[in-house]
């Protein structure tokens, strides 16, 4: 009988252990950094993507020496990984350089869910603005809006005239001068916006809204006067159709109990403030073939080839990133030229990254694909992927195209090589490791990065306890059978 007792717990403990063994450990929180070579007016952003996940947890991200920070966005991806969707929550927070020049992002850990996760750090290289040299002073705040009064209700666009699918966005905000003589409280908000919202909601157009999460004023100067403005509502619309936007009057109403100098009144007034109508052009789009069917906005391509150079029937990931300004959620993968039979193109997963930053959504929508070559030869990418845009700056259609290579067969390929190529339809710039290859053992050992671990800390302390575990149950056995 405490045979059997024991049997059956030795089982279950030796089920277990290998249930904790066989566990997988792709799904880990990770942390995401932007781009660290960029122009001053670009954010750098660094966020941590933590998967299958409903909850967002508070993240104390860290500060970086010249860089101030912007505030936090949060989001979701969606990938689609062997025909399934996963959903993955992502937050993001934004930082803005001072100035031009280099700085150093000090390596740094943050806690998620009680999780410690690491990153390396980088070093981040701030360029000069091509269009503006000179910095912009951070610390003025001047709206351009025409007051209507010491305290009025405005509703504005970001812009006068759009093309169909451009962004617009549009901000509604109280203004109320410091020198107002009375005091005004809001009343009932929630309920008046939503009325307000059925009104000044553009129809037909895809919404990406601006969280606001608390009614608090901002010192802005109005003509060489200084206001408090108190933002309640603000959101960047994409037209679908080239019908204008008409948006109607609406009003706000608040309480006046008291001037602030002088006796109280009797009785708390109502004040109704009422903003003025707003009217924004909409274009249609130069006649295309496309026309209608491509994506609107301010585009770049980010290309990674996960190595250089295969063998034939060996497979290698090719990352096709489209960042910049626009509806980001929508962006459709690249074009697929020449469908041969000497390469095969696997279906790509896609993954998207938004941030709203001032007025403007931007962000960065991933296409990552199988390739596997089936013949040798040189493979230049620009024979097989585009991908086609409306530029709304300079009224034109674009493309932007590959400019890598992959060596199909020949020598053997250098293992953990990876190549990044920021590119645009302007122009390239390429980084390479410079190694030979060779038939040497050591060849290439120079471009090889020592520091990168081949197992995580986490599955290494799994598999130590789940042996411990294994050598407790001999024990016990052994123990068992001495007596």
Same mark, same amino acid.
């Not at 390739?371 to 700056?393: A, C, D």
């Given at each position: ?6 049997r ?58 010249g ?8 989001? =979701? ?28 992002l ?12 690491y990153?390396?750090g ?28 010491s ?18 966005a549009? =901000?509604?905000?109280?203004f109320v ?56 509502y603000?959101?960047?619309f ?35 403030? !009422? ?11 130069p ?33 096709? =990133? ?22 095969d ?34 493979? !230049?990418? =620009? ?42 339809t !302007? ?36 598999a ?20």
């Open positions: 009988m405490l045979f059997e007792v024991f059956k717990f030795f089982v279950l403990y030796f089920y277990s252990a290998i249930v904790l063994f066989g566990q997988s450990t792709d799904n880990v929180t990770s942390i995401e950094v932007s781009q660290t070579d960029f122009p001053i007016e670009r954010p750098f952003t660094i966020s941590v993507i933590i998967p299958n996940s409903e909850t967002r947890p508070a993240i104390n991200f860290p500060d970086i020496v860089f101030t920070k912007k505030g936090i966005v949060t989001s =979701t991806t969606s990938t689609e990984i062997n025909e399934k969707n996963v959903i993955s929550q992502v937050i993001t927070q934004s930082y803005q350089a001072r100035g031009p020049g280099s700085y150093r000090q390596p740094f850990s943050l806690v998620v869910d009680g999780e410690t996760i990153s390396e980088a070093t981040l290289v701030v360029r000069s603005s091509a269009s503006n040299s000179s910095m912009p002073n951070l610390a003025q705040n001047t709206v351009n809006v025409v007051p209507e009064g305290a009025f209700l405005s509703l504005r666009a970001s812009k006068s005239a759009i093309y169909t699918g451009e962004s617009v549009l =901000t509604l905000s109280f001068a410091d020198n107002y003589p009375y005091v005004l409280n809001f009343t009932a908000l929630d309920k008046q916006l939503q009325a307000i919202l059925k009104k000044i909601r553009p129809v037909n157009s895809w919404e990406e809204n601006i969280a606001i999460n608390e009614l608090k004023p901002t010192a802005v100067t109005i003509g060489g006067k200084k206001f408090r403005e108190f933002r309640i603000q959101s960047v994409f037209p679908l159709s080239n019908q204008t936007l008409q948006l109607p009057a609406v009003s706000l109403q608040l309480i006046r109990p008291r001037p602030i100098i002088g006796p109280p009144s009797a009785q708390a007034e109502k004040v109704l403030f !009422t903003s003025k109508p707003l009217v924004i052009a909409v274009k249609p789009l006649a295309h073939a496309l026309r209608g069917r491509v994506p609107v906005g301010l585009f770049r391509l980010e290309e990674v080839l996960e190595r250089p150079r295969i063998g034939i029937g060996q497979s290698v990931r090719y990352t096709f =990133t489209v960042a910049g300004e626009g509806n980001i959620a929508t962006l459709p993968a690249p074009t697929i030229l020449n469908e041969r039979t000497d390469m193109v696997f279906p790509p997963e896609e993954r998207h990254l938004l941030s709203h930053i001032s007025n403007q959504v931007r962000g960065r929508k991933s296409f990552t694909y199988f390739i596997v070559p089936h013949q040798h030869g040189s493979i !230049t990418l =620009t024979n097989y992927f585009q991908w086609i845009y409306f530029n709304p700056q300079t009224a034109r259609y674009d493309t932007l195209r590959p400019h890598l290579q992959l060596q199909a067969g020949g020598r053997s390929p250098l293992a953990a090589t990876n190549t990044t190529v920021p590119t645009a !302007t122009g390239s710039r390429e980084i390479t490791p410079e190694a030979s290859v060779g038939k040497s053992l050591y060849a290439g050992i120079e471009a090889m990065d020592s520091t990168r671990q081949s197992i995580s800390i986490s599955s290494l302390v799994r130590v306890a789940n042996v411990l575990i294994v050598i407790m149950l001999l024990g016990m056995i052994f123990v068992f059978f001495r007596k």
